[in-house]
C-alpha cells in the first residue's frame, strides 16, 4: 500500500501527449499534519473513483482539476476490504462538467496509460498490463485478510499517487492504482473495475444513503 504523503516525481513520456480532464487530484486533511494526496477518476456525473487508504476517515477532500479548478467532495461509499471508495462533489456541482471515464476490462500484454499527478501537474505514463489476478492481501488497516480482482502492470508509481487509473487505449479506465513493489522496480498492482461497479450498484441501489457509514483514518 502506498503511504500517504506530497512528494511526487515528474514523468516523462513519449509522444503523443494525452490530457485526462476526469482524472482529478484529490487533497484530504484531518488524519494527519499534512495533508493526504491522491488521485481520483470521474466515472460518473459528480462521482469520483478513488483508494480508500487516500481518504478514509478525513474530514474534508478537495478535488482540483487539470485546469485548476476545485471543488469540496465528500465520501459516499467506501470499501475498506477492496481499497476503493467513491466521492461525490458537494459544493459548486453544476460548475463541474468533466467527461466522465467509461469502465473496460483489462487484458493481459495490452498497452495502457497511467495518469496521476506531479504537485498540481497532470502527467500520462506509459504502462504495460502483465496480468489479470486474484491478490490475497489484506484491508486498509491490515487487520483482515481479504481477495481483490488485480492487475499486475509494469508502470512507475511513486507516493502520492495512490488512486491513479490504468486507462487502455481506448480511454477505459480499467484499474485503480493501489501498491507498487518495494523490490522490484516498476511491478505495480491496481484493483480491477468490475470490483469497482458493485460498489457502485450498491450506491445506485440506495439514492437516499448518500453519506458513507465513518471509518477510521489509516496508519
Request: net charge positive.
Amino acid at each position: 500500500m502506498l503511504a500517504a504523503a506530497t512528494v511526487f516525481i515528474y514523468a516523462q513520456t513519449s509522444k503523443p501527449q494525452r490530457n485526462f480532464e476526469s482524472v482529478v487530484l484529490i487533497t484530504s486533511s484531518g488524519c494527519r499534519t499534512a495533508p493526504t494526496r491522491s488521485v481520483g477518476t470521474v466515472i460518473d456525473g459528480q462521482l469520483i473513483l478513488t483508494v480508500a487508504h487516500g481518504v478514509a476517515g478525513q474530514t474534508s477532500s478537495q478535488i482540483t482539476t487539470i485546469n485548476g479548478e476545485t471543488f469540496e467532495a465528500k465520501i459516499v461509499a467506501i470499501d475498506t476490504a477492496q481499497d476503493l471508495a467513491l466521492l461525490k462533489i458537494s459544493s459548486k456541482p453544476s460548475d463541474l462538467r468533466l467527461p466522465p471515464l467509461v469502465f473496460g476490462q483489462a487484458t493481459a500484454g495490452e498497452d495502457a496509460f497511467f495518469v496521476a499527478f506531479n504537485d498540481q501537474q497532470q502527467f500520462v505514463r506509459k504502462a504495460k498490463i502483465q496480468r489479470r489476478l486474484k491478490i490475497n492481501t489484506e484491508d486498509i488497516y491490515l487487520k483482515e485478510k481479504t481477495t481483490r480482482l488485480g492487475i499486475e502492470a509494469e508502470v512507475k508509481v511513486e507516493v502520492g499517487n495512490s488512486g491513479g487509473p490504468l486507462v487502455n487505449k481506448n480511454g477505459e479506465i480499467i484499474g485503480v492504482v493501489w501498491s507498487t513493489s518495494r523490490i522490484t522496480n516498476n511491478r505495480t498492482w491496481a484493483t480491477r473495475v468490475e470490483a469497482a461497479s458493485a460498489l457502485v450498484d450498491s450506491l445506485n441501489s440506495n439514492p437516499d444513503s448518500r453519506t458513507a457509514k465513518p471509518v477510521a483514518c489509516t496508519k
